[in-house]
């Protein structure tokens, strides 16, 4: 439990960074702003279409009686549309880092400098970390996908479809934002996905204590976009923690990771 509170207090940290440093927050946002816009229209598109699309779905049930042809498929629009926003949420972070990378990179490398040390850089042209980053967003996407069809399917089951599954569905979404907002600075610390995969399961209540209250927060209109350049300052400080040396005090808080960097 202590873990899960330390988590979240590097979301309370990097959002107190972007007060104290307010251009950032500025520069932060306009990569938010852009993409907020784009999946706006896209949920509303889908909210508009999503009767029409079950129903293209479910033709079987054309000759059915009153209730029940109204109560399947309003479950299953309702559905539809959950799964939208459960991939907006997931995917709202991914896309903004990329549209934003140079945005991102700058914040998290100011927030290197003002807490003093190492400032490390990827050494790799722009093109080459862009390339990195839609890669590891497009596997980190797959298996987003994998998690929400499975829980779909699994939220027809009674009772357990509308009490856990939702629970394992906002752990899902705060593990794998996580991941997404750490990658700015331990990309920039010569870590691959994979490697970063490993130690963000190390700490997986420490991640989770980060990334599903922010997940749960990009849920409310308008709150991902002014959330985002204080989850990028969060996560690069939760990225330093991680990756620090080991510490002469065993009690220090959050311990430090046993994995090496890979500069390779």
């Not at 939208?84 to 903004?96: D, K, P």
């Not at 994979?194 to 927060?217: H, Y």
Request: contains cysteine.
């Amino acid at each position: 439990m202590r873990d899960l509170g330390a988590g979240f207090s590097y979301l309370i940290k990097g959002q107190r960074w972007v007060a104290r440093h307010g251009r950032w927050f500025g520069f932060g946002l306009i990569p938010g702003l852009i993409t907020l816009v784009v999946y706006a229209g896209a949920l509303i598109g889908l909210g508009y279409g999503a009767d029409d699309l079950v129903a293209w779905a479910t033709p079987f049930a054309d000759d059915w009686s009153s209730p029940w042809l109204g109560l399947l498929r309003t479950t299953l629009t309702v559905l539809v549309f959950a799964l939208g926003l459960f991939l907006a949420v997931i995917t709202f972070t991914a896309v903004t880092l990329l549209v934003g990378q140079p945005f991102y990179e700058s914040l998290s490398e100011e927030v290197d400098r003002t807490e003093g040390g190492e400032v490390p850089e990827s050494g790799l042209p722009h093109w080459r970390e862009l390339w990195i980053s839609a890669r590891d967003s497009i596997r980190i996407l797959v298996r987003v996908t994998l998690y929400a069809v499975l829980l779909f399917a699994l939220g027809f089951i009674p009772v357990v479809g509308q009490t856990v599954v939702p629970v394992i569905g906002f752990c899902v979404t705060g593990y794998f934002l996580a991941e997404e907002l750490t990658a700015v600075a331990l990309q920039r610390r010569g870590m691959v996905l994979a490697d970063r995969l490993v130690l963000l399961r190390g700490r997986r209540m420490l991640i989770l204590g980060f990334g599903v209250p922010l997940g749960l927060a990009f849920l409310v209109p308008f709150v991902a976009v002014f959330l985002m350049p204080g989850a990028v300052a969060g996560a690069t400080l939760l990225a330093r923690d991680l990756v620090a040396p080991p510490a002469d005090d065993e009690d220090a808080s959050p311990s430090p990771s046993p994995y090496s960097v890979n500069t390779d």
